[in-house]
């Protein structure tokens, strides 16, 4: 790319510049959301049209997790770092267009069973 715009580009990177933009400069969520790569988002509904903050990723995440979806799975079919998409889903959660589902926590109980079973296995062997 040579003329204007060519100093944002680098071979090997692609846009330099897309991230930063993408986030308004932002590196964490404005809700203060953790979203853990697990947690689990699902469209709550559908913002108005016109909607102040949303792009067009906001509404490409909307779109897929229509089905719910982890959000290592959305950084991963969108082709963005793991930061933005957390700041992105930060937008929705403070707009109140996705919910957020945690997985349980890990019981002790359920560490010890999984320790036993390993072991288990490896006796077999």
Same mark, same amino acid.
């Given at each position: ?26 590196? +964490?969520?404005?809700? !203060? ?6 947690? *689990?988002?699902? @469209?709550?509904?559908? &913002?108005? $049209? ?35 998409? +957390?700041?992105?889903? !930060? ?6 267009? *996705?919910?957020? @589902?945690?997985?349980? &926590?890990? $019981? ?18």
């Amino acid at each position: 790319m040579t003329g204007r715009g060519a100093e944002w580009l680098d071979e090997e990177a692609g846009p330099v510049v897309r991230s930063y933009a993408l986030t308004r400069g932002r590196a +964490r969520p404005a809700t !203060g959301e953790p979203f853990d790569m697990i947690t *689990i988002i699902s @469209t709550a509904a559908r &913002p108005r $049209s016109g909607s102040p903050g949303i792009g067009p990723e906001h509404l490409d995440i909307l779109e897929m997790c229509l089905v719910p979806q982890p959000v290592a799975e959305i950084a991963a079919r969108m082709g963005l770092p793991l930061v933005v998409v +957390r700041v992105l889903l !930060g937008d929705l959660l403070h707009h109140r267009l *996705i919910t957020t @589902t945690r997985p349980p &926590p890990e $019981s002790a109980l359920s560490k010890e069973r999984l320790l036993k079973e390993v072991l288990d296995g490896l006796q077999a062997l």
